[in-house]
């Protein structure tokens, strides 16, 4: 099975960084995905890291240490429009089969 | 462009009443398709997927049931609500399976 743990809520300010960690545990990672969602609506596709390092997205980026079981997501020159969770999932491959599984998401809040 | 159309967007029912959502794709063939469930203060679970027509893996037991009669519609249903059935349900594609997926709408479901 798989454990994935992020906080559950942060708050940060208008035009600053915030960074969105997620640790998890799984026998057979194969990629790790961001998505945004906000309140009431669906998740939208961020990111995605399989090897280590960053990928960046203008404002956004993610990181990977595969070693480490640990991702984060990075936001800058934050925008009131950020407010939302972001979901952090994981895929796993184990005896041949794929499954991707969601961690319950951060909820930010951005403040002026 | 793809997109994709979950309807509708907000549905209460009774306990023991029937429910069938849909979903549809337009502009890609063969999609794999999936319906989660987000329930309040969880993750996403996946309930349902489907990687082409007729053929449906269910990830875990419950009250609830899917179809795939044609190659981008793709049906949740059940037979008799249960209250533990409400949450906010999405149906979703991607081009190959447990890649990055998109997102419908969702349906808010309560069941009462």
């Known amino acids: 099975g798989q454990n994935i743990d992020q906080p559950t809520e942060m708050t940060a300010t208008e035009g600053a960084i915030v960074q969105i960690n997620c640790t998890y545990q799984?026998?057979?990672?194969?990629?790790l995905f961001w998505y945004q969602q906000h309140a009431g609506e669906a998740p939208t596709f961020l990111s995605y890291n399989v090897l280590d390092g960053l990928e960046e997205k203008g404002r956004f980026s993610s990181f990977l240490s595969r070693s480490k079981g640990y991702s984060y997501l990075l936001l800058k020159e934050l925008q009131m429009k950020d407010s939302a969770s972001y979901l952090c999932?994981?895929?796993?491959?184990?005896?041949?089969?794929?499954?991707?599984?969601f961690g319950i998401g951060t909820k930010l809040q951005v403040i002026p | 462009s793809q997109t994709i159309h979950q309807w509708p967007a907000t549905l209460v029912q009774p306990v023991g009443s029937p429910l069938s959502l849909e979903c549809t794709v337009e502009g890609t063939s063969n999609p794999n398709l999936y319906w989660y469930r987000q329930a309040a203060g969880r993750g996403l679970q996946l309930l349902f997927y489907?990687?082409?027509?007729?053929?449906i893996s269910s990830e875990v037991p419950q009250n609830l049931s899917a179809s795939r009669p044609q190659d981008r519609q793709f049906i949740l249903s059940s037979k008799k609500l249960l209250l533990s059935d409400s949450g906010f349900y999405l149906c979703?594609?991607?081009?190959?399976?447990?890649?990055?997926?998109?997102f419908g709408q969702g349906t808010r479901l309560t069941v009462v």
């Open positions: 999932a994981v895929r796993d491959v184990t005896g041949g089969y794929q499954k991707v599984t």
């Open positions: 489907s990687v082409g027509i007729g053929q």
């Open positions: 799984t026998s057979g990672f194969n990629g």
């Open positions: 979703a594609w991607s081009v190959q399976l447990n890649t990055e997926a998109f």
